[in-house]
């Protein structure tokens, strides 16, 4: 591990209201294409109910974007990627 050396510098995250399980409407943020690693980053966020915009929130007070997944189109995985699309 780095030696970290500034730690009275660095605010500790605080508490925060984790999403309830459940279904929820989203949208489609970004979607990023690594190709070396042959697969895509798809961003999204909460688009309507109490819960809009939670990510983006999210991000705003912890500097973490947490409404995120990955889908691989490696020739391994095209069928589930297939299924995914």
């Given amino acids: 591990m780095k ?12 508490e925060f209201e984790s999403l309830p399980a459940g279904g929820y409407v989203a ?8 190709t070396s690693k042959e697969c895509l980053k798809i961003s999204f966020d909460i688009a309507e109910g109490q819960y809009k915009d939670y990510y983006l929130e999210l991000y705003k007070s912890m ?9 691989s189109y490696k020739e391994k995985a095209q069928s589930f990627f297939k299924g995914f699309i």
């Fill in 3 to 14: 030696q970290i050396n500034n730690w009275n510098e660095i605010k500790e995250a605080g």
């Fill in 63 to 71: 500097n973490f974007w947490g409404g995120s997944f990955y889908r």
């Fill in 27 to 34: 949208v489609i943020k970004k979607v990023e294409d690594d």
